[in-house]
């Protein structure tokens, strides 16, 4: 009885070996069953991508077109934007044209302020000589002035040289001016026109006046002190009158 109960728990009990269910089916028919259902989720992901425009109310086509309507609309702007900078740009240019013009404008009318002073001034003078009905003896110096020329170290000078008298000719000769300029711890003189000029420059010829102006220019750092006119009879270039200016 021992010996059959024992059996009896060896084939039906806990200890009893352990049995194994193996499938019928093939493994060609299990990868075949598993291909088909990668295909079946495969269509049904790109059923849902295709037509999620539906199920979400987004339509593809009105989007396609608003995408080509904004691409326009862009190119449009970029457009509109290169010919804005174009005109800018001309107007800058224009805008800079017209800005020098007022410039140069602004200068010409200063000169011709200052040359009309000048001739007011030389006017009066002849005025003056007229109404009193005599003129100084020999050659005369009047309005002289020196004055900077706007640009650094340039100076301007003018004068009006007059002749009373029988006046018999005309004077005939030349104007040179003297510059005594302080310059590196030292006074200097520079004449001009300088001696290359010839003894043509700065030629004068009249009987009874003669306006003359002209510019010079110092060395950089001079400082100018005092100016002489020389008016030189030609030929021989004897001093016939001669006028100075201290400045400083």
């Known amino acids: 009885m021992r010996g059959l109960a024992r059996r009896l728990r060896s084939n039906f009990g806990i200890r009893s070996s352990r049995m194994t269910i193996r499938s019928q089916m093939a493994w060609y028919s299990r990868w075949a069953l598993n291909l088909l259902a990668l295909v079946a989720v495969a269509g049904a992901v790109w059923w849902l991508v295709e037509n999620s425009y539906r199920i979400t109310g987004f339509n593809r086509e009105e989007a396609k077109q608003q995408i080509a309507t904004l691409g326009e609309e862009n190119a449009k702007l970029k457009r509109e934007v290169e010919s ?67 640009q650094p170290h340039e100076f301007r000078y003018r004068m009006l040289l007059t ?35 010839g003894e043509g420059a700065g030629a004068v010829d009249f009987r009874f006046y003669q306006k003359v102006d002209g510019r010079f220019r110092i060395p950089e750092g001079a400082v100018l002190k005092s100016f002489e006119v020389r008016v030189l009879a030609i030929p021989g270039g004897q001093v016939k009158l001669s006028r100075t200016l201290n400045l400083s």
Request: charged letters at 25%; zero cysteines; aromatic letters at 2%.
């Open 84 to 150: 804005a900078k174009a005109t800018l740009g001309e107007r800058e240019r224009q805008a800079a044209i017209d800005k020098a013009s007022q410039s140069e404008l602004a200068r010409s009318v200063t000169q011709l302020q200052e040359e009309n002073a000048t001739l007011k001034e030389d006017l009066q003078f002849l005025r003056n000589i007229m109404s009193s009905g005599t003129t100084p003896e020999g050659l005369g110096i009047a309005n002289l002035k020196v004055e900077p020329d706007g």
């Open 163 to 197: 002749q009373g008298g029988q006046r018999k000719q005309d004077f005939k000769g030349r104007v040179q001016v003297v510059a005594r300029v302080a310059h590196q711890g030292g006074i200097t003189s520079l004449t001009f026109p300088e001696a290359s000029a």
